[in-house]
């Protein structure tokens, strides 16, 4: 099924792409040599997963993984977005090469590149090995100096076949979900942890960077999971609050990256979590700001931000999330089997307020994900219908064709996610997929956001 409206069109040359992440689909978890990686461990403590889930079998892509590249090239896509799981490679975070797990990527790979569809590998998408966080984690230094080290081996094995590399996916997930909310993986609650976390993060980005380049790597970039942050109310403090927002969740990380500087209202934001850090050093902004030959963005939605006091009263015991600001609800808009509302607009938003924040200094951009959860309708022939996600899907491109009017220069679009797959914290309840997976018999089916999808990248190349 395909809706009757015209396509957005992109100008010619413009990828297009379908995304996926490692522990949400392959599966495999101790086959062939892998190490345990945080998300085992965290997925296999009760109570952190909805319904005691955990990726171990996943969508079983370690082994199926023909059938899912089959399933892109009909899709018609121009590329396809995996992550490489460190632990496969390095099961203890240093140390020891495993063969079989370089086999496995390079087997994927060839099986892409045979296909017509050109891969684009994420190095790190959340599964540090746990070995690592056992020392520390990315509280501490040495885990970006192995990220590094891990990094040189992957693309000494696979940079003459793959052209497009990402260091980091969503870094905020790491450093603020991962040290700070706790609720992913290693589900820390910490203050000064999570922001050296998302410091040596950056520096391990910059590490990775440097480790790439000497590789000889075509494109080197980094995704960044960057929100349009709107005040519930026009007050001055939800205002306000609206800076500490930004702060956290996207100018930790653009600083940094794109200006080599650290965000002037980094104080405001975490007082002395910050002005005490012994974190950083002499020489980090140059590594961290290294030129990227693109910025990848994964969006999904906006948050709407009003002030808060701090949930905790004793400063000694703050998280570096609690920064007096709290998410609201969107009154009046549709909202994904997340509860995330639906706000295509703030898309075009987003990507034309970073053009203006950073000018020339903004690389050309990749969409590396966008997507929803939707409530899908199985019909008894077994087809599946997703019209609020065809919709999503539709409307985004959209707005994301506007802000290209509008002089953003985006090279490419991956929607999020080829295949319903484990969705972290949520277990298997939540379905991204525009493919459906039965878990119980791994059968795959496309759904009607498949076919639209397929659709809309035809009329492209009409």
């Not at 696979?158 to 996916?169: E, G, H, Y």
């Not at 700070?180 to 050296?196: C, I, T, W």
């Not at 500087?261 to 050093?281: A, C, S, V």
Request: aromatic content about 10%; hydrophobic content about 40%.
């Amino acid at each position: 099924m395909t809706e009757s409206r015209a396509f957005p069109r992109f100008p010619a040359g413009f990828v297009f792409g379908a995304a996926t992440a490692s522990y949400q689909i392959e599966g495999a978890a101790r086959e062939d040599g892998r190490g345990p990686s945080i998300w085992d461990t965290y997925s296999h403590t009760p109570g952190l997963v909805a319904n005691g889930d955990t990726g171990d079998i996943a969508c079983d892509h370690y082994h199926r993984y023909p059938e899912d590249v089959a399933l892109l090239r009909e899709l018609g896509v121009d590329s396809y977005r995996f992550s490489i799981a460190w632990p496969r490679i390095v099961p203890d975070g240093s140390g020891p090469v495993n063969p079989k797990g370089l086999d496995f990527y390079a087997r994927l790979v060839d099986e892409l590149l045979a296909a017509g569809i050109e891969p684009a590998a994420t190095l790190y998408h959340w599964d540090l090995p746990q070995a690592l966080e056992d020392r520390g984690g990315w509280r501490v230094r040495e885990t970006a100096e192995r990220f590094a080290e891990y990094t040189a081996v992957v693309a000494g094995h696979l940079a003459d076949r793959v052209p497009r590399w990402i260091t980091l996916n969503e870094p905020w997930c790491s450093a603020f979900l991962g040290y700070s909310v706790g609720r992913h993986a290693p589900g820390a609650r910490e203050g000064r942890g999570a922001l050296a976390a998302a410091h040596h993060l950056l520096v391990g980005h910059g590490r990775a960077v440097e480790a790439l380049r000497a590789a000889g790597v075509r494109e080197a970039g980094i995704t960044l999971n960057l929100d349009r942050n709107l005040p519930a109310t026009g007050s001055a403090a939800d205002r306000a609050a609206v800076v500490r927002a930004d702060t956290q969740h996207n100018l930790v990380w653009t600083e940094p990256l794109l200006a080599g500087r650290y965000p002037h209202t980094e104080e405001e934001t975490w007082g002395e979590l910050i002005t005490g850090q012994d974190f950083r050093r002499d020489g980090d902004l140059a590594l961290i700001g290294q030129p990227l030959d693109f910025l990848g963005i994964n969006y999904y939605r906006p948050i709407v931000v009003a002030d808060a006091p701090h949930r905790e009263p004793d400063p000694a015991l703050r998280t570096a999330t609690d920064n007096r600001y709290a998410e609201v609800r969107l009154a009046g808009a549709r909202h994904t089997a997340m509860d995330w509302p639906v706000v295509p607009d703030s898309f075009t938003d987003l990507l034309v307020a970073l053009k203006e924040r950073y000018g020339d200094a903004l690389p050309p951009i990749h969409i590396t994900e966008n997507g929803s959860a939707e409530h899908d309708e199985v019909s008894p022939d077994g087809a599946v219908h997703d019209r609020d996600r065809v919709a999503y899907l539709r409307d985004h491109l959209t707005a994301l064709k506007a802000a290209l009017d509008a002089g953003v220069d985006v090279r490419g679009y991956y929607v999020w996610s080829l295949l319903d797959n484990f969705e972290w914290a949520f277990g298997y309840g939540k379905r991204f997929g525009i493919v459906r997976v039965d878990y119980d018999t791994q059968r795959r089916t496309p759904k009607d956001s498949y076919h639209w999808y397929r659709a809309m990248i035809a009329a492209q190349r009409d």
